[in-house]
Structures are given as structure tokens and as C-alpha cells.
Nanobody, 119 residues
């Protein structure tokens, strides 16, 4: 079964840390570019961080220096380490998988995991 399953969300105080995980199944994980998106209430979904199949990474300006994306191809899992969390990081975080150059209709999405940061 092809699916992405996120975990690791929760409630944390400002300044705290969380690590999100996204476990993939049914795909050749090492060939996929993996991204983390988030959607806050009343806002559009935005790209937070991405890691290419080759290992290069990119981050939204708002999380640079605080968040780190990584992947473990042996475990078919991508991680998002979030440090120094701020209330504005509160959102549902989604994992996305895609093959570079493939149609967007073939992208995969997880169900999301809620991160709530209290002030």
C-alpha cells in the first residue's frame, strides 16, 4: 500500500523542540524528493523544508537555523527536527513525496500531524 504516515506532533511550549517523522511505504523511497509543508488555521499551505533524493536541502526563511530536515533511506523515513519553536509555528504539518519532473497528480501526501506551540 502506498502511503505516507506522519507522527511526532503535539503540544509544546515556546522555545521547545519536537521531531516529526514521516514513514513511507509502497514506494522506492530513495528516488523521491521529500518535503514538509504546514498549514496554519486560515492560511495557505506553505513549504517548510525539503530534501532531495540526492540529499540537498532547502528551507523557508522563517525556519532557517531552527528546523533541520533529514532522511533515512534504510528506514524509508524523513524527519523534521524543530527547535526553538514559536507560537507562529503552530500548524498541521504534512509530508509530501514526489519524483522530480513527474506530474503533480502523482505526488503523495500524508494525513498531517498537528503541532501546537503555546506562548
Amino acid at each position: 500500500q502506498v502511503q505516507l504516515v506522519e507522527s511526532g506532533g503535539g503540544l509544546v511550549q515556546a522555545g521547545g523542540s519536537l521531531r516529526l517523522s514521516c514513514a513511507a511505504s509502497g514506494i522506492r523511497f530513495s528516488s523521491y524528493d521529500m518535503d514538509w509543508y504546514r498549514q496554519a488555521p486560515g492560511k495557505q499551505r506553505e513549504l517548510v523544508a525539503g530534501i532531495r533524493s540526492g540529499g540537498s536541502t532547502n528551507y523557508a526563511d522563517s525556519v532557517k537555523g531552527r528546523f533541520t530536515i533529514s532522511r533515512d533511506n534504510a528506514k524509508n523515513t524523513v524527519y523534521l527536527q524543530m527547535n526553538n519553536l514559536k507560537p507562529e509555528d503552530t500548524a498541521v504539518y504534512y509530508c509530501n513525496a514526489k519524483v522530480a519532473g513527474a506530474p503533480r497528480s502523482l505526488e503523495l501526501w500524508g494525513q498531517g500531524t498537528l503541532v501546537t506551540v503555546s506562548s
